[in-house]
T-cell receptor, first 115, second 110 residues
Framework: EAGVTQFPSHSVIEKGQTVTLRCDPI?????LYWYRRVMGKEIKFLLH????????ESGMPNNRFLAERTGGTYSTLKVQPAELEDSGVYFC?????????????FGSGTRLTVV | GQQLNQSPQSMFIQEGEDVSMNCTSS?????WLWYKQDPGEGPVLLIA?????ELTSNGRLTAQFGITRKDSFLNISASIPSDVGIYFC??????????FGTGTRLKVLA
């Protein structure tokens, strides 16, 4: 089966611009997660979708970040306007079950650089 | 908030040597996981631990869930060049979200 796919793999934008990251989860996985790793730090939870509904968005840094999952399939994460501190690697993950027992399957990530 | 202290931050080892890394926390967790991230890839699950005291192996990798439920370690025996990468511990306490450590960057010298 195809894994979790993220696009683009790299993005370099100027401060103040808008960037949209996309994640295609494994087919049939209702649970989709976004995480972020700022350079050298831990991977931090951003939010969790169950199908098209936001189950938990407590990790979203601020209102410049908007995540959507229309139709419960792929998800997008938009940063508008981007700031320097938004640079990092954004990981998407998906799982069939919502609990924590099974781990996730992660995508390869999108490396975002804001200059 | 909850956080995991992962050490060492990085290590250089000779091929064939054994490696040990660990994660500690002041919080109690129900699940501990160990992931490995290769360059340009996302983290891949290596070992999952679900019970305090549990010791689980996956090939040359062995991980343990600490008895206090506040720590875990990962050992790699007889390291090889493809063991290079960043190893992350992760833990959860009854929810779907994981807390991750800051990672241990492993470099193997042939």
């Amino acid at each position: 089966e195809a894994g979790v796919t993220q696009f683009p793999s790299h993005s370099v934008i100027e401060k103040g611009q808008t960037v949209t990251l996309r994640c295609d989860p494994i087919s049939g996985h209702d649970n989709l997660y976004w995480y972020r790793r700022v350079m050298g730090k831990e991977i931090k939870f951003l939010l969790h979708f169950v199908k098209e509904s936001k189950q938990d968005e407590s990790g979203m840094p601020n209102n410049r970040f908007l995540a959507e999952r229309t139709g419960g399939t792929y998800s997008t994460l938009k940063v508008q306007p981007a700031e320097l501190e938004d640079s990092g690697v954004y990981f998407c993950a998906s799982s069939q079950f919502p609990g924590y027992d099974y781990g996730y399957t992660f995508g390869s990530g999108t490396r975002l650089t804001v200059v | 908030g909850q956080q995991l202290n992962q050490s060492p931050q990085s290590m250089f080892i000779q091929e064939g040597e054994d490696v040990s890394m660990n994660c500690t926390s002041s919080s109690i967790f129900n699940t501990w996981l160990w992931y490995k991230q290769d360059p340009g890839e996302g983290p891949v699950l290596l070992i999952a631990l679900y019970k305090a005291g549990e010791l689980t192996s996956n090939g040359r990798l062995t991980a343990q869930f600490g008895i206090t439920r506040k720590d875990s370690f990962l050992n790699i025996s007889a390291s090889i060049p493809s063991d290079v990468g960043i190893y992350f511990c992760a833990a959860a306490s009854g929810t779907y979200k994981y807390i991750f450590g800051t990672g241990t960057r492993l470099k193997v010298l042939a």
